[in-house]
């Protein structure tokens, strides 16, 4: 959540560039089945944090979906926020076990077939090394990344994030 700050700010100009009348507006959604335990889960402050930046910047929050480790309700979920906003902000769902989907879904959403991005890979490769470790083979996943999408790298873990303008939005 550290690295959303460009992000939130590079979307805003844009939004405003292109509608400078309009109050940009758009969903979170958050691809991690431990927020969906409500008798003792976790609580969700992602989600707040995002709301708050977001807000500073001028965009309006409409919508926030949570959705557990399920490929198909995660690209259903990600479909239907594709359909309702300019902006759609994914949290989770980026690291190395199985059921990190979010990869898999916006590639199924969007159409657009992942890769291993040298650069994701480097990047990830690099904060290792700092630590100390070497990659393992389930890391390797975390530089898969959809076709023109944009890396975010990570300035607190080995996961990148990414940025993909799809249908000129």
Request: aromatic share 6%.
């Amino acid at each position: 959540v550290l690295f959303l700050e460009p992000l939130v700010l590079r979307l805003r100009l844009a939004e405003r560039r292109r509608h400078p009348h309009r109050r940009p507006r758009g969903p979170v959604l958050d691809p991690r089945p431990e927020y969906l335990d409500l008798l003792g889960g976790r609580l969700d402050t992602n989600s707040l944090f995002i709301a708050d930046r977001l807000a500073a910047c001028g965009i309006e929050l409409r919508y926030k979906t949570t959705v557990g480790d399920d490929l198909s309700d995660i690209v259903a979920v990600l479909k239907t926020a594709l359909r309702r906003a300019r902006v759609v902000i994914l949290t989770g769902g980026l690291g190395p076990t199985i059921d990190d989907l979010t990869r898999e879904a916006v590639a199924q959403a969007t159409g657009h077939r992942l890769s291993r991005r040298k650069a994701a890979l480097d990047g990830m490769i690099a904060r290792l090394v700092e630590w100390g470790r070497t990659p393992t083979t389930t890391q390797f996943r975390q530089a898969m990344i959809p076709a023109r999408a944009e890396i975010l790298f990570n300035p607190v873990g080995t996961a990148p994030g990414f940025s993909l303008v799809w249908k000129g939005t």
